[in-house]
């Protein structure tokens, strides 16, 4: 009787080997996947935030009587009116922006995000930029007052403006 064999075999060792790697493979699919779905999460909630600043900064020119204002605000910057600005606001915009960023375009008036990730995304105005534009829009309505009909204010939006 000879010694018996130690250690493992080539084959057993080839088997380990693939499945390591499949379960790597998963792994990391599953993370770029929560990733992405964090990235889509916190772009929905800045713009959301971006929104709702808006419609403050409206009702306020509203109750103060200067509704004649409104129109300036889609050529300024809705982060001016947050107490407190997302951590991923990065100012204006540069030459070379960086991915996850929010920034303001002034020549364009415009909320610009760079996606991180596009593949997270799956609005089609993605630009071959990776960069999300989004434009300020006051809603005007007909209101009827003595005398005829007016256009009066009927809201604001932050409408996407289609890719750079």
Request: charge should be positive; avoid cysteine; hydrophobic fraction near 45%.
């Amino acid at each position: 009787m000879g010694r018996p064999a130690r250690g493992f075999s080539l084959l057993e060792l080839a088997v380990v080997s693939v499945v390591l790697s499949i379960v790597l493979a998963v792994y990391l699919e599953r993370l770029t996947f929560y990733q992405e779905a964090a990235e889509r999460a916190q772009f929905q909630s800045t713009l959301q935030i971006y929104k709702t600043v808006l419609q403050i900064r409206l009702a306020e020119l509203m109750l103060a009587r200067r509704e004649g204002e409104a129109r300036m605000l889609e050529a300024a910057n809705p982060a001016q009116w947050l107490s407190e600005r997302p951590a991923n606001y990065a100012g204006d915009f540069p030459v070379i922006p960086q991915p996850g960023n929010w920034y303001f375009d002034a020549g364009t008036s415009e909320l610009v995000y760079v996606v991180n990730s596009a593949r997270g995304f799956t609005m089609d105005t993605v630009s071959a930029a990776k960069q999300l534009r989004f434009r300020v829009k006051v809603i005007y309505q007909p209101v009827r007052v003595p005398g005829g009909i007016v256009q009066g204010i009927g809201g604001i939006a932050l409408v996407s403006s289609g890719p750079a």
